[in-house]
Structures are given as structure tokens and as C-alpha cells.
T-cell receptor, first 114, second 115 residues
């Protein structure tokens, strides 16, 4: 079975600073996808960034980037130039390349302090 | 483009009662997901449909939960009878592609309280 672990229940960062959210996962499979989803307070969950396991290059989306370490089964999210709108729950997620069995971590609550 | 719609937004029932949730995915999306999100936890996939067929329902408590996706569009999730531990937010999501590797678009959720 696959598992996703987020060891930081809560984090805070000053506006304009950089913060890194941690995620580790466990799988015996070699082909999979990893995601970071954001759930703002009282708003819908949206995709932040995704990474295909076969790609060595780390994914980047504007201020969001990942550090994907396949051997260590680590997938951290870095948010640069933090903005007040980044305040949200962040969930790390995993799915196999076969396209079913989607797993979320327990989430990290991020607060951006003005 | 309209997003994923869910209703009702809130529901309060007594234990052993029945409840149903409705989801209308984004038009043209082949895959539909139902998740259960208990307070303080990440969403747990209950069932995944590809068009109107079930791809994965391994974590659906089939003795009390049932779901269907009519004509590969709308979907309903039913709980009968409800237990206290079913109190959670039920999220519906859809994706354009036929696999869970595609971006999922989430609805606002239905918050269920079982008393």
C-alpha cells in the first residue's frame, strides 16, 4: 500500500519570505505522480504543482517549486515571496501511473504573517 | 467554465438515518471522484468513476455507502444508515482525462454532521 506523510501540521512565514513544506511517501512502485494541492479557508481545493516520477527535473510554477528526491522518497514544496493569499492547508498527494488509488497526506496549515 | 457543483452544502442528520449527496462535474470530464475528509485529516478517496464505470472503490464502506454516476455525468453518494463517525466533509472532484494522473477540480464539499 502507498502512504503519504506530512510531518509539519502547522507552519508560518513572514510575507515576502520563503517557506518549505515537507512530504515523504512510501511505495514499491517505480512509476507514479506527485502533487501539491492547496485548500484555502472556506474555498475549494486547487492544484498547485505536479511532478511525474520519471522526470528528474524539478517542477516549477511561478513562485512554487518542488524538490523531488526519488531515492529518498521526498517531495517538498518551496514557496518563494510568500503572499497573504498563500494562507491555506497544503496537501501532498500521490497516485500510481495506472491512474487509480489517489492518496492525500494529512496536510500542513500554512499561515502567512503580514 | 462552470466548476464542480455539489449539494447540499450542509446536512445534519441523526444516526441511523439516510442521506444523499449530489455532484455535477465539469462538462466533458470523464473521471469523477468522491472523497471523505474528516476534520484534521486529508481527503480519503471513496470511489472513482471513469464515465459511468467504477475504477476504484476499495475504500468505500459498501455495507452502508453506495454511489452511482448516471449516464456518465452527475453522481450521487448515499449513506444508509449513517453512523457518528461519518461526520465529515464529502468532496466531489472531476478530471478531464481517464486517469487520476490528471488535474482534479474540486467542488465546495458537503459538510455532514451526524448526531
Amino acid at each position: 500500500a502507498q502512504t503519504v506523510t506530512q510531518s509539519q501540521p502547522e507552519m508560518s512565514v513572514q510575507e515576502a519570505e520563503t517557506v518549505t513544506l515537507s512530504c515523504t511517501y512510501d511505495t514499491s512502485e517505480n512509476n507514479y505522480y506527485l502533487f501539491w494541492y492547496k485548500q484555502p479557508p472556506s474555498r475549494q481545493m486547487i492544484l498547485v504543482i505536479r511532478q511525474e516520477a520519471y522526470k528528474q527535473q524539478n517542477a516549477t510554477e511561478n513562485r512554487f517549486s518542488v524538490n523531488f528526491q526519488k531515492a529518498a522518497k521526498s517531495f517538498s514544496l518551496k514557496i518563494s515571496d510568500s503572499q497573504l493569499g498563500d494562507t491555506a492547508m497544503y496537501f501532498c498527494a500521490f497516485t500510481l501511473n495506472t491512474g487509480n488509488q489517489f492518496y492525500f497526506g494529512t496536510g500542513t496549515s500554512l499561515t502567512v504573517i503580514p | 467554465e462552470a466548476g464542480v457543483a455539489q449539494s447540499p452544502r450542509y446536512k445534519i442528520i441523526e444516526k441511523r438515518q439516510s442521506v444523499a449527496f449530489w455532484c455535477n462535474p465539469i462538462s466533458g470530464h470523464a473521471t469523477l471522484y468522491w472523497y471523505q475528509q474528516i476534520l484534521g485529516q486529508g481527503p480519503k478517496l471513496l470511489i472513482q468513476f471513469q464515465n459511468n464505470g467504477v475504477v476504484d472503490d476499495s475504500q468505500l464502506p459498501k455495507d452502508r455507502f453506495s454511489a452511482e454516476r448516471l449516464k456518465g455525468v452527475d453522481s450521487t453518494l448515499k449513506i444508509q444508515p449513517a453512523k457518528l463517525e461519518d461526520s465529515a466533509v464529502y468532496l466531489c472532484a472531476s478530471s478531464y482525462g481517464i486517469t487520476s494522473t490528471d488535474t482534479q477540480y474540486f467542488g465546495p464539499g458537503t459538510r455532514l454532521t451526524v448526531l
